[in-house]
């Protein structure tokens, strides 16, 4: 094999398993390890956390003071360890003998092999990472971070045609020797490889070789793009797809930062032989050791959730449903923060029928806003956008829309010029002090009273620069035809089982986050919408559900809407609890008076959601009043010094598909996914297969980043953000130099529960066992374990948990299971006996 074919077939080998990165802008929840769903979870977060250097479970310290507190059931615990007992021991009389035996013996059930670095003898020639980790990331991240730049730098990339490896090559010889320890071993190997005339892959092959046999050089490559994971994940991102770069990339190739890190790793460890000629690299990961007992721990863990869980809904349904007046309906995200929303919203008072969809209402869409620089993904990462909507301004020949241009412009300048004059080395003292001084009295109001500056100043800029009304091209030419704009009304409405008894209003809701100084924002918005607000698809949706055109075809498949019935978009800011009506000047003046007593319905329970999520924001002090509650989390989304504008999807451990019914009778305390699913006007199966995956995939990506990122926030997570910063506008690192961060920051799992998903769907049994077999990713997740799955009988109720490749009763799977009496409240849902330690209440 020539060298450029074994150095392509070591990179094939790892691509596929470096950490899926995306630049800040267009960050999307993703299942970290989606490149080891081919395994089982078990072998999977095994070999990973060898790689990542992280713990792939919480530790045993953790889950022993969970079962002291009861989150574990000790039950539970017991026959988790009485299925999976060594051979070897002793098996114990009981379930509690065996918790008793595993508490005292320390290596009971240390029966996992640890994972080696590098297989072979290779691992001989690796220093501790912890002894190189440091000078190697202060000589690299400013090369990289430099190279990648997308406009932090004032000056433009000399090399940006040359490629990466030309720019090393010319920081390595510009760069003095003074300071810089191991500065001679680096040149004087760059050196030796120019006077031979090696080709870039004869290089990369000869420093692969010098270490590691031909059998592990596949294994070495990939562990040495591993020490700066983040950088060599964000090089094959904008390598491979360029278009989602902020600007533009750099002639890009992973060959050429692995060559980069092969020279310097190789040249720093010759000089760390010289100093610590006898610090060895362990053979063995020590993440992966003692993995057999903390299996066991986070199987009773989840159990014991799951248990609870279904404990509640078996005793739910066989309760009578209560009686309603329903006054409107609303189409809402299945986004478990609507959980607590729906919930008020069908309360006494409100009397509104939800149900829960795909927050992009299935369109297949990027949206390039008014004025904005860039079109946003509006889809789910796993669909892939068909086409560009633009927003435009009603009328573009107006005042409104030219002064709003005109004032575009010149604020993009201004700022520009202030950023760049604020680094020269002469002016950028006197504008820093400048700017400092005349921002001096903004900042601290915007300190002291965060909500009521950000409306004094849309206030002010709506009476100096008021933004133009505008509209949805979806008609022009690359919008949707009119048989797929019927297709995609349709679809929602069949999906979530609205096809009949249309009320007079049907709100459709959106939802996003607002946030301040917060470059993790995209983490909080629609992941349905790739993170970005849905604004736009609420929009668009009840845009086309009012046309009469859309009406008639739908008339004609089946699906009767009344003339008097309006959809109306709004959107629902969750971090804010604000609800906005989108379009008003759609709306028929005869029917505005009814619309705005709508939005004022759902504006008064978006105050009672903040009380119920100011509960756990602030559990020591929560305030008294929803309207308390309301202005506390105002402030909480526009205080600039607060890292936690909400907690997201923390503790969501659930995805429930099925009619409205199966949980109306549940408190489910905002842990569930809600997709609503009828299985009566589903002869086929195929409304099941449109509701399970355009949602699961999206849950369980979601619950998977939580999930790894709060077992181990160094290893898989983003670490606190409070030393994190921005570089080169495509990630964040910590402090100025390090690897760029992956997965979430601390300030945003700290209340979550590290589970793997419970998804549950009322449907027949081989509905269910047909679309799993059908689809290569879901069968992976299910067979190989990376969620749970379970069904509810849509005429008994009866619920049945998968299990050794069928469908069994649940309290058959699980016989310790609790049975909850009528008013008991299941602890998993029970905010006075959270368990799960985290900051809730203060900045820092």
Known sequence: MSHAAAVESWLAYSRPLLPIQNPLWAFVHNNILLQWEDRPFRRAVREAAALYRARPYESERFFRRQLRRGRVERATLGEVLLARWPAERERPRDAEEAVVRFLAEPDLGDDVPPERLVPGPSAEHLLRYSVRDRPLQDWLVPIIASYLDQGLAPWPNPFASEGLWAFFVASVESTPTFGFEWAPELKARLRRHRERGLGLEELIHEEVRSVASADDAASYVLQTLFVLKGWSGMVWKLE???????AEVPHLELKEWLAVMLVSMHALDEALRRDHPHHRAPVYSRNTIGLGRLERWQEAYERSFGAQLLATLERDLARPLPRREIAAQALLCMDDREESMR???????????????????????????????????????????????????????????????????????????????????????????????????????????PSRVH?????????????????????????????????????????????????????????GSTTNNNPLRQAYGCGACSGNPGKPNARSYALLANRPAVRARLRELGIEIPDATLFVPFFHDTTLDEIELLDRALVPPERLEEVLALAERLQRAAKVNAAERCLRLLPRQAPRSPEAAYEHVQDRGHDLAQPRPEYGHNRVAACIVGRRSCTLRSFLDRRSFLVSYDPTIDPDGSVLRDAVLGTVPVAVNIAMDYYFSRVDNDGFGASSKLPLNVVSLLGVITGSKSDLRIGLARQQIELHEPMRILVLMEAPAERIRALVEGHGRLKRLVHGEWMRLGKIDPESGAIELWSEGEFRPWRAVWPEAPILRDAELAPVFDRHRDHVVGVAGGRA
Request: overall charge positive; proline content about 6%.
């Open 240 to 246: 491979s797809e360029p278009q989602v770069a902020p």
């Open 343 to 449: 919930r008020v919203l069908e309360g006494p008072g409100y009397d509104i029928e939800t149900y829960g969809v795909v927050g992009f209402f299935n369109f297949d869409m990027n949206f390039h806003a008014l004025g904005a620089g860039r079109a946003s993904r509006q889809c789910p990462p796993v669909v892939e956008p068909s086409r560009t909507i633009r927003e435009l301004p009603v009328d573009e020949g107006g005042q409104d829309w030219a002064r709003s241009r005109t004032a575009d412009k010149l604020g993009a300048s201004l700022a520009l010029a202030l950023y760049l004059q604020s680094r020269t080395l002469v002016r950028g003292f006197f504008v820093s002090l400048l700017a400092g001084l005349l921002s001096f009295l903004p900042l601290v109001f915007k300190l002291l009273l």
């Open 455 to 511: 409306v004094w100043r849309r206030r002010l800029q709506w009476m100096v620069l008021p933004r133009p009304a505008t509209r949805i091209e979806i008609d022009a030419a690359g919008g949707y035809s009119p048989e797929e704009q019927a297709q995609i009304v349709r679809s929602i409405l069949r999906t979530g089982g609205l096809v009949r008894d249309f009320r007079s209003l049907v709100a459709v809701v959106g939802h």
